[in-house]
């Protein structure tokens, strides 16, 4: 027998396992890094004690800024927030400045994550992005390419390129950039910015293209939708966290037009303009809306306490938000297609933050469907990702939430419901929300879940009345079948992969991307691709199947 795990239920281990309706006491087995039923005549190799704990399968974060030359340009903006002095690790190709890509897996693996999705990757930067992964271990990780503000795309909306031609552009950008989805970030804003466009909303119209912010986010959509990727066009939408932002974000939601729609860290559109300061929460009404579209899945973005920094290809957002950057200091780019922009921030307990506060925590538990809204803070733009097991306490603890608004500004929560909301999460949707949601959004059945065929991603949370807690330092962690982490220290290291999909290029815009590189940039399209034998790790891509 393979390398076995048998966590035996008479140990009082308990099982939350929602996607195969079996939560409860029983035995997980792991051969040969997956999920085996149990072997007929024969023993575990070794079983561990799971008394008094919660056994999920691993965490997948959909939506966090983890790789990239905005996350590393934010790491040279505030040397001060990080030990740069320390040596670099050996045999990693790029940084270990700041808070590392060597530490962001170990961190992510000690609260029981184990995939993560960095959801902002420009085309021209793909090797960079994935040599940042490559360095961080343990975890599996994804990227979404960014389309929608590039000159290629943006011409041939204009020129009314077939769709045959538009598909073939957005298949080659995700198999050439190996990414795992398609993003789009304030479509055409960012080549509006270029005009000296200041504001951007969803029928504004990009300068010399002729098209609006709607019809590109639509010619996306239903790109996406025919190439079979799984993950639908994954949207930061227009004049995001603006007073008044919610407008915006109901009308991304109701132009869903009965296609599936993934709308990002929508707290940034929960603002309406009522109140003295004229800036209130309208949570309630966009959770009326989601609940009542069934094509619309939405991530949350939730807001937390303290410094932190936002990283953003939204250039026209964040050149607005440069005069609010604490400490003042910022960095824009307006480079080809989005740029992009980086501004730190505290988010203060004050009137403003503390409304912010309360929106993600309406949406997240005024939102019904748990398979429909997923946990993020848009890290690091609303909180870091170790704010996570905070969160996790103030979503399944309304006695936690009560306290900490009692520590906020009072006139900013009475312009929201949240007072009234008594809903606490059960371990089943928090399963749900950061376990078997992710895997089937983004169209990986061989996780979130821990039935048999599942690859052997366990995390084991010692029950505890301090949620956070529990939730903060795992006392097991499995990655493929390899224990990784006891009681919340890494205990060994292994190297995941990258999860991409593979569409077949076709030749023709082969040839027209060739032409068009070397026209525009006096380059080779080989300056723009690279082979796996780039990424020094063996087996460094694991592909993922379109849908038929």
């Known amino acids: 027998m393979g390398r076995s795990c048998h966590a035996d239920p008479s140990f009082g281990g308990e099982v939350v396992d929602p996607l195969n309706a079996a939560t409860g006491k029983r035995d997980v087995w792991i051969e040969d890094g997956h999920i085996v039923d149990k072997p007929q005549s024969r023993r575990a190799d070794k079983t561990y004690d799971v008394s008094g704990c919660i056994v999920m399968a691993g965490a997948i974060d959909i939506h966090s800024h983890i790789g990239g030359g905005n996350v590393n340009t934010a790491r040279l903006l505030l040397p ?42 420009s085309p021209t930067s793909a090797l960079h992005t994935h040599l940042e992964l490559a ?46 989805g398609v993003k789009v970030i304030n479509a055409g804003a960012a080549a509006a910015f270029k005009e000296n466009v200041r504001a951007f909303s969803f029928d ?28 639908p066009l994954h949207v930061h939408a227009n004049n ?27 707290q940034f559109y929960g603002y309406g303009t009522e109140g003295r300061r004229q800036f209130s929460s309208e949570a309630a009404r966009l959770a009326e809306q989601v609940n009542g579209n069934p094509d619309v899945t939405i991530d949350i973005g939730q807001v937390m ?25 910022s960095v824009i780019i307006d480079g080809d297609g989005n740029g992009g922009g980086i501004v730190p921030y505290r988010y203060r307990k004050d009137y403003y933050g503390s409304l912010q506060w309360a929106v993600g925590l309406e949406l997240f538990l005024l939102i019904n469907d748990p398979w429909r809204v997923f946990f993020t803070t848009d ?4 909180a870091p990702f170790t704010a996570y097991p905070d969160l996790f306490e103030l979503l399944m603890s309304r006695d936690v939430r009560n306290a900490k608004a009692a520590e906020l500004d009072q006139s900013a929560l009475e312009l929201t419901t949240l007072a009234s909301i008594y809903r606490e999460y059960t371990l ?51 990655k493929n079948g390899d224990l990784v982490v006891e009681d919340g220290v890494v205990t060994h290291y292994r190297w995941g992969r990258a999860l991409r999909l593979n569409p077949p290029p076709d030749r023709g815009i082969v040839k027209r991307m060739q032409a068009y590189h070397e026209d525009r940039y006096g380059l080779s399209l080989d300056w723009f691709t690279f082979a796996d034998s780039a990424i020094a790790r063996e087996n460094p891509f694991a592909e993922v199947a379109c849908r038929s």
């Open 80 to 121: 001060e927030q990080h030990p740069a002095h320390m040596k670099r690790p050996l045999n990693t190709p790029l940084s270990n400045a700041g808070w590392s890509t060597f530490s962001t897996g170990c961190l992510y693996a000690r609260m029981g994550f184990t995939t993560v999705v960095e959801p902002a990757m």
């Open 135 to 180: 360095d961080i271990p343990i975890i599996d990780k994804a990227t979404l390419v960014i389309l929608g503000n590039d000159d290629f795309l943006l011409s041939m909306i204009r020129d009314k390129a077939s769709t045959d031609m538009i598909d073939d552009y957005v298949a080659w950008t995700v198999g050439a950039s190996r990414s795992l």
């Open 204 to 231: 504004d119209i990009v300068p010399a293209y002729g098209v609006s912010s709607r019809r590109i986010v639509k010619t996306l959509q239903e790109s996406v939708g025919r190439l079979g990727i799984p993950h």
């Open 240 to 266: 995001l966290g603006i007073a008044g932002s919610a407008a915006t974000a109901a009308e991304t939601i109701r132009s869903t037009e009965g296609q599936p729609l993934h709308l990002a860290h929508l």
């Open 305 to 329: 306490f303290g410094q932190t920094v936002t990283i953003s290809s939204d250039v026209t957002r964040q050149y607005s938000g440069m005069k609010n950057a604490s400490p003042r200091k």
């Open 379 to 382: 890290h690091p733009n609303g």
């Open 428 to 478: 089943d949707e928090v399963a749900i929300m950061t376990r078997c949601a992710p895997a089937r959004l983004l169209g990986l059945s061989d996780r979130g879940h821990l039935g048999a065929g599942a690859i052997a991603d366990v995390a084991v949370y010692r029950k505890s009345p301090d949620i956070a807690k529990m939730f903060r330092d795992a006392a097991l962690v499995f």
